[in-house]
């Protein structure tokens, strides 16, 4: 409070005029990445309310739940009008049962729910955006139960993003209900450097699309993964608990990569202490993508509660070795093979900061077994575009 204070002082005397609380506290939500699935990647505006729903079961019985997924969140495409008094509603016929009722059966799954919108007049599909209206939509957001909002930046103008994600922070903040804000501009206004207690995640990068490497000529604001890994890349010392870097929504069994691309991309947002929000219909899925999703071991290297980004500590060619320091002194290790062909990887100590008087043992997070103590250094044939995952345990 006292600290509060001497920020307001300080504005006052250098003569500004505006309201906007330069160091309010953090909202205490999303101590680790929020995990969950959004309708965007595989529906994008064919989303409804049965869709919705059968994510919720899928999520509850197909062990994303025991996993750790938590957040069903519905992407752009759930409005309807505003009504007269300028309160926003739900598409009468997609989402007819209205979303209060969408919440709370998903909040009778054990699970949390979450919703969408834009700092815009319009979201980027058109709909009814929430400038002006933050304070009012909030409210509606927090007696519907929503528990989760992804605000997006379509149609801003010339809106400050800095200004405008603060507007609806308080907005959450002030309708009383704990409410997980996702900020997503695309890392326009470089959110790293201000939003740490704005939002519990932002977007680093433009949309991600289905594909390990190559880029849709006909549209260039889709960023295969390997784009938005080097974009997020660097950003590693800006994430920690409560606030996370987000490389956007997982493309996991949506169709456009191999089982090995997959695997490699649901291990580097792990070591990316990335969201993990699944992208694809999980309610109709096959086993590989199941089990690339539910990868326990992998799953806990991104939860892990020390809360730090793991980033790249060697590169050599298409050759890679990841490393992200884990709570107990424990490192997750990533040996990535970018190019078409085998490739073998070596990982030593130095890499990891360990002494070479170093003990722990050694985990495979995909082959889930020990495969020994650690000697100092640890060498695989990584398969093409795929990774080796480990975790030392000291
Ligand atoms: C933007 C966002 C996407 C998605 C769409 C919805 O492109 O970056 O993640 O929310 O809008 O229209």
Redesign the pocket.
Known sequence: MAVACLFAAQNASAGETTQHVVNKAPNGLAQTPPMGWNS?NKF??NVDEKTVRAAADAMATSGMKDAGYEYVVI???WQGPRDANGFITANPVKFSSGIKAIADYVHSKGLKFGI?SDAGRE???GFSGSQGHEYQDAMTYARWGVDYL?Y???ETGSRNGEEAYAVMADALRASGRPIVFSM?E?GVSKPWLWARNTGNLW?TT??IRDSFDKWDPKNQ?VHPLLEILDQTEPLWPFAGPGHWNDP??LEVGNGGMTPAEYRSHFSLWAMMAAPLMAGNDISNMDESTRSILTNKDVIAVDQDRLGVQGHRVAKDGDKEIWVKPLAGGGRAVLLFNRGATPASITVDNDHLGYAPSMRAKVRDLWAHKEVGNWKGSYSATVEPHGIVMLRLNP
Do not use: L, P, S
Request: proline share 0%.
């Open positions: 965007w994008a505006c992407d752009d495409c969408y979201t980027c599909d992804k997006d930046w379509c997503c695309w977007r433009g949309d604001w956007d929504m």
